[in-house]
């Protein structure tokens, strides 16, 4: 396990623990990839119907087209974390699956060193 320290803007110095290969994270990483993914994919549909269709607002009102925003993130987390589409699983299986060829090589030529 290794520690990284951050420096925020404020200059407030945090130190986290890090461990390269969690499962835990690289699913979250995942599933945060992937509720980005669905978020796109609505904002298409959304596009390709006009704001107004779904929102019943005019193409003027601002706050109407910020709401819809904030409400489709929030919908496509929700989505994501509730398995989506499948694509955080497939994605943390071949990361992990990947890391764990890697170290495995790693540990190969460490031996013959």
Do not use: Y
Request: aromatic share 2%; glycine share 8%; proline share 2%.
């Amino acid at each position: 396990m290794s520690l990284h320290a951050v420096t925020t803007a404020a200059g407030t110095r945090l130190t986290q623990a890090s461990e390269p290969n969690d499962p835990k994270k690289i699913h979250d990483a995942a599933s945060q990839f992937e509720s980005l993914m669905i978020e796109e994919m609505l904002k298409t549909v959304r596009a390709s119907t006009g704001d107004d269709a779904l929102s019943g607002e005019d193409e003027d009102d601002s706050s109407g087209g910020l709401a819809m925003d904030m409400a489709q993130g929030f919908f496509a987390q929700a989505i994501a974390a509730k398995g989506g589409l499948g694509l955080a699983d497939t994605i943390a299986h071949g990361v992990e699956t990947e890391a764990a060829r890697m170290q495995q090589r790693d540990q190969k030529v460490s031996t013959k060193e």
